[in-house]
């Protein structure tokens, strides 16, 4: 099953992240810039997020595909066994 980019999924996620970032970040030191290691650790913990929620979604929809195809076929057998 291909995984479609959804905007609005991506956006939810950084907005998420970002409450993250700060909170951890929030001390009284002046911030001194990202070496390329915590940044790299940084993209890598927010692309791992993105990931997760999207397969998460993904999950979600299957389930719920499965669910109403499996009321479908009990609503056929029904109607099949009155018949």
């Given at each position: 099953?291909?995984?479609?980019?959804?905007?609005e999924?991506f956006?939810?996620?950084?907005?998420?992240?970002?409450?993250?970032?700060?909170?951890?970040?929030?001390?009284?030191?002046?911030?001194?810039?990202?070496?390329?290691?915590?940044?790299?650790?940084?993209?890598?913990?927010?692309?791992?997020?993105?990931?997760?929620?999207?397969k998460?979604?993904?999950?979600r929809d299957?389930?719920?595909?499965?669910?109403d195809?499996?009321?479908?076929?009990?609503?056929?057998?029904?109607?099949?066994?009155?018949?």
């Amino acid at each position: 099953m291909p995984v479609k980019f959804d905007a609005e999924e991506f956006a939810s996620a950084l907005r998420q992240v970002k409450p993250i970032a700060s909170a951890l970040s929030a001390n009284p030191q002046p911030k001194a810039p990202l070496t390329t290691e915590e940044w790299q650790q940084s993209e890598e913990f927010r692309l791992r997020l993105i990931s997760a929620r999207t397969k998460l979604k993904l999950m979600r929809d299957r389930s719920d595909a499965l669910r109403d195809s499996l009321q479908r076929f009990r609503a056929q057998q029904g109607t099949a066994n009155r018949a």
